[in-house]
């Protein structure tokens, strides 16, 4: 069965720069859910999306910005990188936003130097 | 706000001991909770969930656990664990408004390692 894919798994950058990552749900979800996992930490909710709309927000840094695309899939621009912007960032999808479990990717591991 | 709060950071057993680690929720209204585990720089996967129903819900690889209300638990039990479950153990709540539901909430983990 086709899983949530997240593109790039993993991502160096500097500090300062910018950087972006996809994330495909798995077909007919319509909710994308992304996670920041720091080292050794819980996954912490950044944002989520809801038929292309924002639907709830939270610990997201205002150097981070996200939409959901029509074809469902969705960004996380993320600018100004700083050093403890390193972690995992997984996404996640479901269907209606309202069945509970949500579908993990195996997540974008981004590296600032 | 829903919260989750994992009391044992670190267990460490040997192989074939059986396995409990906590999880106490807070949350006023209908919740769904989960337990996921994530293996060594691998995402999270779902061991079991409990929607409604019977309070004792069985989940992959021999894992089960038991939802009690009144105690706001929700705790993961193997009867006999095995060098392969080393991992981190998350459990989550998912809690309901309005018949919306909302992003999971994690616990800060549970580092379980088996000795062989």
């Known amino acids: 069965a086709a899983g949530v894919i997240q593109s790039p798994r993993h991502l160096i950058k500097e500090k300062r720069e910018t950087a972006t990552l996809k994330c495909y749900p798995i077909?007919?979800?319509?909710?994308v859910y992304w996670y920041q996992q720091g080292p050794g930490q819980d996954p912490q909710f950044l944002i989520s999306f809801y038929e292309k709309m924002q639907s709830d927000k939270g610990s997201i840094p205002d150097r981070f910005s996200a939409q959901q695309f029509s074809d469902y899939h969705s960004e996380l621009n993320m600018s100004s990188l700083e050093l403890g912007d390193s972690a995992l960032y997984f996404c996640a999808s479901n269907q209606g936003g309202n069945t509970g479990e949500l579908f993990f990717g195996e997540g974008s591991r981004l590296t600032v130097l | 706000a829903q919260s989750v709060s994992q009391h044992n950071h670190h267990v460490i057993l040997s192989e074939a001991a059986s396995l409990e680690l906590g999880c106490n929720y807070s949350?006023?209204?209908?919740?769904?909770l989960f337990w996921y585990v994530q293996y060594p720089g691998q995402h999270l996967q779902l061991l079991l969930k409990?929607?409604?129903?019977?309070?004792l819900v069985k989940g992959i690889k021999g894992f089960e656990a038991e939802f009690i209300k009144s105690k706001f638990s929700f705790n993961l039990r193997k009867p006999s664990v095995q060098w392969s479950d080393t991992a981190e153990y998350f459990c989550?709540?998912?809690?309901?408004?309005?018949?919306?539901?909302?992003?999971?909430?994690f616990g800060s983990g549970t580092q379980l390692t088996v000795l062989p």
């Open positions: 077909p007919r979800h319509d909710t």
């Open positions: 409990y929607f409604s129903g019977d309070p």
């Open positions: 949350y006023g209204g209908t919740v769904n």
């Open positions: 989550a709540v998912n809690g309901f408004s309005s018949g919306s539901a909302r992003q999971l909430t």
